[in-house]
């Protein structure tokens, strides 16, 4: 790390991460969420110029707003459980979940890749997990959310050319499925998010060592192995077949209890993000594979059918 002084503020993330999971008061989640975002934003810094303070202020603005909403509610919650819904409101808004993603995308666009993961994975695990804790009574409020995220996470991916756009709009889709999984148990939950934090990690991993950002960039690239892994990863954040990201999927389809309009617009919103996953990544998949073609690599393709088969058929033994 270029700033050693971020180790504090890197620790200061996971342990309010860690504050907020272990709470059993809203006081206590507050002041965990707080701790987080204060340690998060010095970690935005990387090359210390405008665009990144710019950004810090428009990441600062909507969680600040958020946390008020949050102790307001968490403090009127005492007389009336019907502020459970204002808890779960401010919770999708540090989310960047539709409808109150727009901070979500310019937010991302001004980050490096370092700190743009670590907002797409570890800020995602203390909003969710507290919006699992809270009561029954906001499952209707939340599946709404999860359905309006999911399809907004497919249409906004549409015609995107940029990686770190197509991954925003996914994240904003796959936000959406991790709130319709609260409604069903913890441990659907918990396979959901460690998944969903895998797979960005191993995204993270490939384009740290490939210097791209737009789709035309893949081509030129002669780091074949990065590529492969790559369009490997994207595939499965998508949801393709037989890859873990379907599983997860389909692991929520069976295990929620709703009514089948939003089981519609989730499947839908899946199918509409895997659409536009399937058109970016088709031309570099094909380059891909004919690269090797020419150089076959059986150990590497060998590892690669271990963890599209073996890996989801063991999540889903652990589920059941």
């Known amino acids: 790390m270029k700033y050693p002084h971020k180790i504090l503020f890197l620790f200061l993330m996971v342990s309010s991460t860690i504050l907020v999971l272990s709470s059993s008061s809203w006081l206590i989640t507050w002041m965990g969420l707080e701790i987080n975002m204060l340690g998060f934003i010095p970690l935005m810094f990387n090359q210390q110029n405008a665009n990144e303070s710019e950004t810090a202020v428009k990441y600062l603005l909507p969680q600040s707003m958020a946390s008020t909403i949050f102790i307001a509610a968490a403090m009127i919650s005492t007389y009336t459980n ?12 540090k989310l960047g979940a539709a409808p109150f993603h727009l901070w979500f995308p310019p937010v991302m666009a001004g980050l490096q890749l370092l700190p743009a993961f670590i907002l797409l994975t570890w800020q995602k695990i203390a909003p969710i997990f507290a919006i699992n804790s809270m009561e029954q009574t906001t499952s209707n409020s939340l599946l ?4 309006i995220s999911a399809v907004w996470g497919g249409i906004g991916g549409l015609n995107q050319t940029d990686i770190r756009s197509l991954l925003t709009y996914s994240s904003i889709a796959h936000t959406g499925w991790m709130i319709a999984s609260i409604t069903t148990n913890t441990q659907t939950l918990l396979i959901y998010t460690f998944t969903y934090i895998m797979i960005n990690v191993s995204i993270y991993l490939s384009l740290n060592k490939i210097p791209t950002n737009t789709h035309k960039q ?15 990863s994207i595939l499965s954040l998508g949801g393709l077949p037989p890859f873990t990201g379907f599983i997860m999927k389909l692991l929520v389809i069976f295990s929620i209890k709703t009514s089948l309009l939003t089981l519609l617009f989730l499947i839908s919103g899946a199918l509409t993000s895997l659409s536009f996953y399937l058109s970016f990544m088709f031309s570099p998949l094909l380059n891909s594979f004919k690269t090797y073609q020419n150089q076959p690599n059986f150990m590497q393709l060998s590892i690669f059918l271990s963890m599209t088969q073996i890996l989801p058929l063991s999540l889903l033994l652990f589920f059941l």
């Open 218 to 232: 893949l081509f030129i690239t002669k780091q074949n192995n990065n590529l492969t892994l790559l369009i490997i």
């Open 144 to 147: 709404l959310i999860a359905s």
């Open 82 to 93: 019907t502020a459970q819904t204002l808890l779960a409101i401010a919770m999708c808004l």
